[in-house]
């Protein structure tokens, strides 16, 4: 048997979590990426204790954990400042095995692509689905430099993508969820802050602390789909949030307005039939976009990425057979995370004067009561843990001379 060979189209978190897991077991593996750099679309990205240990399977976790920068408490305030839950990085590690790491985008996509060999992400270059393959027949990809076919095709392409509509054009597709995004990166303001989400009617703001002395900030507010602002997003957060509790003032003092990155929020709770079709499979927004209010869409990503090629292994079985027992194991688990994540986007976005007295005393009352129970519900999400060994050294051409007979 020859080295089987990958195309991932989309060069985003879970492309090349992706790439690179298969690059470990002995794939040959070609990303694909439509933009002209490897520079990620977005901001930060929180990587929790489950993302942490599917990364072990590559040799990255430690690598990710040692950028953690919360090193303390943390919770949810009041617009006006005042606290209504703590918790702390000792509580989240004790009950799910580690606690939360927030890093550049950029910084984890260049530790995934310094998994993968020289020339193994080609950039500006367009990829259509041609042919999804079949047990009797490689898939084909379609390039403007030709095409190419391959034992497996991973569409990696995100909320938009074209491969979910080759696969299943009959589903409906991802819908508007009712509120719209900013995200920045700022340097970090002269007074010093504990990371916090701030609830208001409709609105919401977090600001986070990066390793390297920046600040991740975000904000969502209740907004009909596809509105902007009429001069520029940052003042439109000022409009928002300016009146907000420190630090928010100093972060919006602090960022460019070219800076700011503003998305309408989507999700799928209709999930696919399936996350593949012959031999190709779908993983992260492609597959199954949520909400960001558990922080776990990138986190989702990582799991599909590592339990695809745990179930592909080594190749020596065809993606074909391979395949259903990824879905099998992914579409109920991301399904769950998706409605749940939609759960607590709709308790975030209240309107109703009521309804957000309600929910304050709600979240105060969980707070008063310790972090094990501000943690509780999310049980079940960064407690999970990867099938198959972890590699704290990738040797993935060992495993292709054992594959094909070459070994000593």
């Known amino acids: 048997m020859g080295t089987p060979r990958a195309v991932v189209i989309g060069a985003g978190i ?24 490897l520079e990620p679309v977005g901001a930060g990205i929180s990587l929790a204790a489950n993302a942490q240990r599917a990364l072990d ?46 890093l550049h985008r950029a910084t984890l996509a260049g530790l995934l692509a310094a998994r993968l060999p020289d020339g193994a992400v080609r950039t500006g270059i367009a990829a259509q689905l041609a042919d999804p393959g079949a047990a009797d027949r490689p898939a084909r990809v379609t390039t403007a430099d030709g095409e190419l076919e391959a034992e497996l095709v991973v ?135 949520m909400t960001p209010n558990l922080g776990q869409g990138g986190n989702q990503a990582v799991e599909d990425a590592v339990v695809l090629a745990h179930h592909l292994g080594d190749g020596a079985a065809p993606p074909s057979a391979a395949l259903p027992a990824y879905t099998r194991d992914r579409l109920p688990r991301t399904m769950d995370v998706v409605r749940r994540s939609a759960r607590v986007g709709r308790l975030a976005m209240l309107t109703a004067a009521p309804a957000v007295a309600l929910r304050a005393a709600a979240v105060a009352l969980a707070g008063r009561l310790g972090p094990a129970v501000a943690l509780r519900g999310l049980d079940g999400i960064p407690d999970w843990s990867p099938p198959g060994p972890t590699y704290p050294a990738g040797t993935p051409a060992t495993r292709v001379a054992r594959r094909t007979g070459t070994s000593r």
């Open 14 to 37: 879970g492309g090349l979590t992706a790439a690179a897991a298969l690059h470990h077991q002995g794939w040959q593996v070609t990303v694909l990426e439509r933009a002209a750099t």
């Open 57 to 102: 399977t590559i040799g990255v976790g430690d690598e990710v954990r040692a950028l953690a920068a919360w090193q303390g408490t943390g919770g949810v305030r009041t617009p006006g400042g005042r606290w209504l839950s703590r918790t702390d990085s000792a509580a989240a590690t004790a009950r799910f095995g580690g606690d939360l790491v927030l």
């Open 155 to 289: 569409g990696a392409d995100g909320i938009n993508s074209a491969v979910r509509r080759a696969l299943f054009p009959d589903h409906p597709g991802p819908v508007y969820a009712g509120f719209t995004t900013w995200r920045m990166v700022v340097p970090a303001p002269a007074r010093p802050f504990a990371p916090h989400e701030t609830w208001g009617r409709g609105r919401l703001w977090g600001s986070q602390p990066l390793k390297d002395g920046r600040v991740y900030a975000y904000a969502a507010a209740v907004a009909p789909p596809r509105a902007r602002a009429h001069d520029d997003e940052r003042a439109e957060l000022l409009r928002l949030f300016g009146g907000w509790h420190q630090p928010i003032p100093d972060i919006l003092a602090a960022v460019e307005p070219q800076a700011v990155l503003r998305h309408d929020v989507r999700s799928m709770t209709t999930p696919l039939p399936a996350y593949h079709r012959g031999r190709t499979a779908l993983l992260g927004d492609a597959a199954h976009p």
